[in-house]
């Protein structure tokens, strides 16, 4: 009946007051469609760096459109920068505020808190270490309370998580880095690394241990080569694995970069769905796993065409975010469209994951 109607209506003869309806019609419906809100993108697994600050609109407009998952603080360092302030910024321009900054915090010469706190001094881990070999109690002591005044600084600055503690064995027979390592005792490593994380908890803000299984700086520095641990599955669990024990008790958990031959011979762990299944299964975690920073050598980035490619390759592994850590003067159409490369599936299993997460961590 109405189709009838309609269909008669529009076989008259156009006059002059049936093109103005027409005309009002169309108006009206040009304007509930302006009206109408604009699907939102959707919160993607990423965790990106605040390349500029003061945020300009166009800063602001391109962090709408990718909706991130959270932002990391601290690169690159900004004494102008504060995070109270930030954090309202990109609350308004998302039109959401439960994304989460973190932030890396080890201590030594990983200290991304004396950008905001000058004056502050923070001994890194073989500091605690080397307490350690003459007095494990009290060693344990001193990094617990330490976790919990770096944990209340950044709680101050509304920081959520902060990726710490290092609870990497330093490798027999390695050199580089070694003031990033609580040391070379699998025990001792364990202890600290749980006495740090739970520091930072009662402080109030998450840890995430990194970077499991260890080993990523076995020979050469990961941010400028390739890495392989030749290391049995047997070492694996009995040397490296331990310490990384306590990480099921939080909601993340940053990965390494590194070939294990003994876990997968072919692919680098961030790429290799053998290597998250042997993470999940010997730690019992079920969070969501973080693989380092993906702009590094070792993550192979020779081998990818794009960022969008390494992403998705992660992701599709077993990773469920990731930081791709685009160059600070990196084009902001160039990076949202490579974010838009992000296969649907994935973020679909991320929001899944995440719901589900949120029973046992709210704040997730």
């Not at 304007?31 to 959707?42: I, M, T, Y």
């Not at 001792?188 to 402080?203: F, M, P, R, T």
Request: aromatic letters at 12%; proline letters at 8%; a neutral charge.
């Amino acid at each position: 009946m109405q189709k009838d109607i309609l269909k008669n209506w529009l076989e008259k003869p156009l006059t002059l007051w049936r093109f103005l309806a027409l005309l009002l019609a169309a108006c009206a419906v040009w304007g509930v469609a302006a009206l109408w809100p604009q699907a939102h993108p959707p919160v993607r697994p990423v965790i990106l760096l605040i390349n500029h600050y003061p945020l300009t609109p166009a800063d602001k407009d391109f962090y709408k459109e990718a909706n991130p998952y959270g932002f990391l603080l601290g690169i690159p360092s900004r004494q102008d920068l504060d995070p109270r302030l930030l954090r309202r910024e990109l609350a308004s321009a998302l039109g959401r505020s439960d994304f989460l900054f973190f932030i890396d915090q080890e201590g030594g010469t990983v200290n991304r808190l004396k950008q905001f706190f000058p004056d502050m001094d923070a001994p890194g881990a073989a500091h605690f270490g080397a307490l350690a070999l003459k007095d494990k109690t009290s060693a344990q002591k001193a990094v617990y309370q330490y976790g919990k005044e770096i944990g209340a600084k950044l709680k101050e600055l509304t920081v959520d998580v902060v990726f710490a503690p290092n609870a990497e064995v330093f490798p027999q027979g390695a050199r580089l880095l070694a003031s990033r390592y609580y040391g070379s005792d699998t025990q001792i490593v364990k202890l600290l690394a749980d006495a740090y994380a739970e520091g930072l908890a009662a402080g109030g803000v998450t840890p995430c241990y990194k970077h499991a299984v260890g080993a990523s700086a076995l020979k050469e520095d990961p941010h400028l080569a390739m890495q392989q641990a030749p290391y049995t599955l047997k070492e694996i669990e009995d040397i490296f694995l331990p310490p990384f024990q306590g990480a099921s008790r939080w909601p993340f958990l940053m990965t390494a970069h590194v070939n294990y031959p003994a876990i997968d011979p072919q692919a680098v762990s961030t790429y290799s769905p053998a290597f998250y299944q042997f993470v999940r299964e010997k730690l019992h975690f079920d969070g969501l796993i973080i693989p380092d920073a993906l702009n590094m050598a070792a993550a192979e980035q020779g081998k990818f065409v794009s960022v969008s490619g390494q992403m998705n390759q992660a992701l599709g592994a077993g990773a469920d975010v990731v930081i791709p850590f685009f160059n600070i003067d990196a084009n902001p159409s160039w990076m949202l469209e490579e974010l838009r490369q992000i296969s649907p599936a994935y973020i679909k299993r991320f929001h899944k994951k995440r719901q589900e997460l949120k029973q046992k961590f709210p704040a997730v």
